[in-house]
Each structure stands twice: as structure tokens, then as C-alpha cells.
């Protein structure tokens, strides 16, 4: 055996126990990677604190549009206050009031920018810390909220899964039915031939009996009128005796009236 055929050997030998090596991944061992927030809240977040982007302002620079990434903003109404101030500056805050709401977007009102900026007005693009307790709240109901929308979209899912599986079984099911009640039919056919054949027998077992209590009854005539005991003397005498008394009756003795 040559080199080249005893390194080739060699490979083929070590190459399975080297494909067989796989990367994984190194998970944790409770098998979750983040918290659950499909419940719409994460309790460890201040959803009432968030920054947003001033995009646009009116004339008078009393009324801005600010750029939010965090979309919880959907939930302001017109009216609501929220205090913000200048990121990265520490002081006052300036207080606002909610206008408008788009999606990303909110318009805000502010009387009196001096105590969070001494400039009469934002730069757009200036960037702000918004404090807002109301919208922390509104945070909460709609996330108490989302959980009965998704008890509600889980009861949908899962009628719709039966539907579904009604659906995509039909053919089965068609056929599962037709096949129940071709049993029963055959079974009632079974059933109802039997009751035939039965009152068949029923009738050749009676036609015997028929004939036999006939027999019977023709043999019982005839017994009872073998055994019959006639009384015609009874006739007889009763002729002799008004014949004695001179009463008017035939020179001969009756007949016997048949029955």
C-alpha cells in the first residue's frame, strides 16, 4: 500500500467525525431570550419618560411638531400636559400642552419656553425630555386592554381552527357520514329482512296450527254429538199424557224440532 493510499485512508476515516461537529449556539438554560412582553407592558420601563425630535414649528414658535421613534405617543389626547426640557440640560422644565396626534408625530403647545431654554424658540432637530404621568397611565389602560384583545383573538383563532379543520376535513367527513349511515342501512335492511323471515316462519307455524286445531275442533263436533243425550221420551209422554186428558192434540206423537 502506497502513501498517497494510506493518507487518502486516513481522510476518509477522519472526515465523518470531523463533519459530524455542529455550531450551536450558546441559549439559556431557562430556554428564554427576552423578557414577555406580548402583554403589551414591561413593568421595569417608566413609559411616562421619553425623548422626541422637534421637526417643525409655527410662526409664532409657541407651537411645535416633534418626531417620536417611541410610538406610546398615539395615546395623548388633546389637552393633556406633559413637561419637558432640553436633553442633556439639567433645570426647570417647560410645560406643554397636547394639540394634534399622528402616527410618530405629536403637536404640542408651549407658553413659555424661558425656564428650559433661553432662546425665544427650538432648532429643529432639537432634542427633548418629555415627562408626561398621563401618558404613563394611558400606557397602563391600553396595555390592560391589549390583554383582552388578545383573549379575544385567541377565542377567534381558535373557532376559526375548528372551522377551518371542518373545512379542511370535509371530504372526510362526507365520507365518514356516508359510510355511518350506509351501516345503519344495512343494518336496518338486516334488521327488516330478518322481521320478514321471521313472520314467514311465524305464518307456516300458524298455518300448521291452523289445521291441526281445525282436525281438533271437527273431532271435538263430532265427539259432542256422539255424546249427546236426546230426551225424546220426555215428548213422548208428555203426548200420552194429553191425549189422556182429552186435550186437542195430533193422533201421532210430534217430531223432533231440529236444531
Known sequence: MGPAVQLA???????????????????????????????????TIDYGVFTGRVSDKDDAGRVFKVQVENNNSKFFRAGDVLYFRVQ?????????????????????HVENLDPCWPDAYFRRGTVLRFESPVLAQRVFEASQFRQIVLARKDDFLRQLNGINHFLWNFDQEKVKV?????????????????????????????????????????????????????????????????????LPVGHRPQELRKE
Not at 89 to 103: L, N, S, W
Not at 197 to 215: A, F, I
Open 9 to 43: 485512508l486516513v481522510l476518509c476515516l477522519a472526515a465523518p467525525a470531523a463533519w459530524a461537529v455542529f455550531p450551536e449556539p450558546d441559549l439559556p438554560a431557562a430556554g428564554v431570550l427576552s423578557p414577555d412582553v406580548n402583554h403589551g407592558m414591561d413593568p
Open 88 to 108: 442633556d440640560r439639567e433645570g426647570a422644565k417647560c410645560k406643554g400642552f397636547v394639540r394634534t396626534v399622528e402616527d410618530h408625530y405629536f403637536a404640542m
Open 178 to 246: 356516508a359510510a355511518d349511515f350506509d351501516a345503519r342501512i344495512l343494518e336496518m335492511q338486516t334488521a327488516k329482512q330478518r322481521a320478514l323471515d321471521d313472520l314467514v316462519h311465524q305464518r307456516q307455524e300458524k298455518s300448521v296450527l291452523q289445521g291441526e286445531l281445525m282436525k281438533r275442533l271437527n273431532e271435538t263436533d263430532e265427539a259432542l254429538r256422539f255424546y249427546r243425550v236426546e230426551r225424546r221420551e220426555l215428548l213422548t209422554d208428555r203426548w200420552n199424557l194429553d191425549h189422556d186428558m182429552s
